[in-house]
């Protein structure tokens, strides 16, 4: 595997919630810190939330309190948990390390809407 495989997203109505997974190469997700990133029209892509291989947990203050991000280390995944969720929420999100390199693929992401 070379690249992410991301997973999990959808439309749904503001407060709703949705949970994104996320395959990463072994080489990376064993040995760094990972995290989920998202990119709406226009903007750059932020990340917003991360986990290192202890389980250290760090989220951008957008989504502090809303989303919960989590890894399997047997299955070489991690997990994002959105609740609470807003439009503005509303982005293609992908995984990859944290912070990312030059040399990283980068997945297809995942499209998540937020609208009533």
């Known amino acids: 595997q070379v690249s992410p495989v991301e997973s999990g997203g959808g439309r749904v109505q503001p407060g709703g919630s949705l949970r994104l997974s996320c395959v990463l190469p072994e080489r990376i997700f064993s040995m760094f810190a990972v995290g989920w990133y998202r990119q709406a029209p226009g903007n750059e892509r932020e990340l917003v939330a991360s986990?290192?291989?202890?389980?250290?947990?760090r989220y951008a203050d957008s989504v502090k309190g809303r989303f919960t991000i989590s890894r399997d280390n047997a299955k070489n995944t991690v997990y994002l948990q959105m609740d609470s969720l807003k439009p503005e929420d509303t982005a293609i999100y992908y995984c990859?390390?944290?912070?990312?390199?030059?040399?990283?693929?980068w997945g297809q992401g995942t499209q998540v809407t937020v609208s009533s």
């Open positions: 990859n390390r944290a912070p990312w390199r030059q040399e990283d693929y």
């Open positions: 986990i290192t291989t202890i389980d250290h947990t």
